[in-house]
């Protein structure tokens, strides 16, 4: 099965859990990364890998428009359900690839993503598609956790998110995230970073498959046991599995003409 396929299959079981998730769906959490574009905002907007649409709703108050764009066709039905219930007509609906967007160079004047690089096997593609699909001086705000910038730690944190989400690649160092965006044509104009504490239980329901993620409690428990932090300060006391979750939000422009 290509990665692809991965993807549409994971996050269709999970189109309803996802955007449901406390630690996705906390208030404010949206408003934080329309709030990072600045004036791009009230433009003409790209919500790329929108999910259950929690961007969408957020930029459909200020834009001109949003384009709301996905893979998977299960949640851009929960995006559109939900721009619906709030009264947006200015959100449309784009499926496909966000390696290949089927849009002209510069057709926004921002751009936004939220928790997808880490699902990419090369995440330079998309945000070199963003870049093309921007116009010059457009500004993006990309929101995804991180990993440990120690490669053996690294690896561990994605290996625990590879078993419970298989459509999970590679959480991303800073550094790496950093010079991707670089890479892109991108520069950076701001950048803000937090930590979301997670117990294993909420974070296992979003993948809602509770075979797949009881053997991996079984194996992060073991971990934790043993001291293994894994980059994400593991715990368990008195039963409890936690973890740190950490997050990078950037604002970049686009450079060039």
């Not at 593609?125 to 500004?139: D, S």
């Amino acid at each position: 099965m290509d990665h692809h396929a991965i993807i549409r299959e994971e996050f269709a079981r999970q189109a309803e859990t996802f955007g449901q998730a406390p630690a996705v769906a906390k208030k404010g959490e949206a408003e934080r990364v329309v709030e990072a574009l600045g004036e791009a905002r009230r433009g003409r907007v790209l919500d790329l890998a929108c999910g259950p649409g929690l961007l969408a709703e957020a930029l459909g108050r200020d834009a001109r428009e949003v384009v709301a764009f996905d893979l998977t066709p299960e949640m851009l039905d929960q995006a559109r359900a939900r721009c619906e219930r709030a009264g947006l007509t200015n959100v449309r609906f784009r499926q496909g690839r966000a390696e290949a967007l089927p849009f002209a160079d510069g057709e926004f004047d921002g751009a936004v993503t939220r928790l997808s690089l880490h699902h990419f096997p090369d995440p330079g593609l998309p945000l070199r598609e963003m870049a093309r699909v921007l116009r010059p001086g457009g500004t993006a705000a990309v929101a995804d956790l991180v990993a440990s910038e120690d490669p053996e730690e690294a690896a561990l944190h994605n290996a625990l998110e590879n078993l419970r989400d298989p459509s999970h690649t590679r959480a991303l160092p800073r550094s790496e995230l950093l010079a991707l965006h670089r890479q892109a044509g991108f520069e950076l104009l701001a950048e803000t970073g937090w930590e979301t504490l997670r117990e294993f239980g909420e974070w296992a329901e979003i993948a809602n498959s509770p075979a797949r993620t009881s053997s991996v409690r079984a194996v992060m428990e073991a971990l934790a046991r043993r001291g293994a932090r894994a980059g994400i300060d593991l715990r368990l006391e008195g039963g409890r599995l936690t973890f740190l979750h950490r997050w990078v939000l950037l604002t970049v422009q686009k450079t060039g003409r």
